[in-house]
T-cell receptor, first 113, second 116 residues
Framework: KQEVTQIPAALSVPEGENLVLNCSFTDSAIYNLQWFRQDPGKGLTSLLLIQSSQREQTSGRLNASLDKSSGRSTLYIAASQPGDSATYLCAVTPTSGTYKYIFGTGTRLKVLA | AAGVIQSPRHLIKEKRETATLKCYPIPRHDTVYWYQQGPGQDPQFLISFYEKMQSDKGSIPDRFSAQQFSDYHSELNMSSLELGDSALYFC???????????????FGNGTRLTVT
């Protein structure tokens, strides 16, 4: 059974710092991995989607990498800002099973001004 | 750009009552997914629909049912509500059903259900 874990569960950093969020999954048989941002009490906003054949995707200050064989993905946030404070979730689409997207446990990020 | 619309945003019900949550997908999206997110939890898949037919089923209680209508909007019906049903319910839509199509899911802002 696919399990997705995110470390750390919570992170607090000063503004301007570069940071890395980690996502691990137990079964490398995935079609893709997607990173989401969730603000408190709000919906999920898609940040980046990496196909299984890709190694990384970039959008602005965000860079996501994927190492499918080792079951790992990282989300790199450059020059963090207080507005980046949110919970970041990764989700994978397994090739087996019947449904789309198994979510990780999330990393709650707080960027201090 | 149009997003996924969910209604109501907030809903308060008592135990054993019934609730109906609605989801309006992005125009031309034919696939709808429902997720449940408990306090401090990650979203758990409930059920999905493609072209008005149920396509996948996750950890959805028998007390819950859902359907997708001809205009592609979907409704999640929840009966005999329990305190543990209190959660944020998300709807997401995509343009395809195949998981290998690599099209991202677009989520609505959710309906916060509180059962007292």
């Amino acid at each position: 059974k696919q399990e997705v874990t995110q470390i750390p569960a919570a992170l607090s950093v000063p503004e301007g710092e570069n940071l890395v969020l980690n996502c691990s999954f137990t079964d490398s048989a995935i079609y893709n991995l997607q990173w989401f941002r969730q603000d408190p009490g709000k919906g999920l906003t898609s940040l980046l989607l990496i196909q299984s054949s890709q190694r990384e995707q970039t959008s602005g200050r965000l860079n996501a990498s994927l190492d499918k064989s080792s079951g790992r993905s990282t989300l790199y946030i450059a020059a963090s800002q207080p507005g980046d404070s949110a919970t970041y979730l990764c989700a994978v689409t397994p090739t087996s099973g019947t449904y789309k997207y198994i979510f990780g446990t999330g990393t709650r990020l707080k960027v201090l001004a | 750009a149009a997003g996924v619309i969910q209604s109501p945003r907030h809903l308060i019900k008592e135990k054993r009552e019934t609730a109906t949550l609605k989801c309006y997908p992005i125009p031309r999206h034919d696939t709808v997914y429902w997720y449940q997110q408990g306090p401090g939890q990650d979203p758990q898949f409930l059920i999905s629909f493609y072209e008005k037919m149920q396509s996948d089923k996750g950890s959805i209680p028998d007390r819950f049912s859902a359907q997708q209508f001809s205009d592609y909007h979907s409704e999640l019906n929840m009966s005999s509500l329990e305190l543990g049903d209190s959660a944020l319910y998300f709807c997401a839509s995509s343009g395809y059903t195949a998981p290998w199509d690599n099209s991202p899911l677009h989520f609505g802002n959710g309906t916060r259900l509180t059962v007292t």
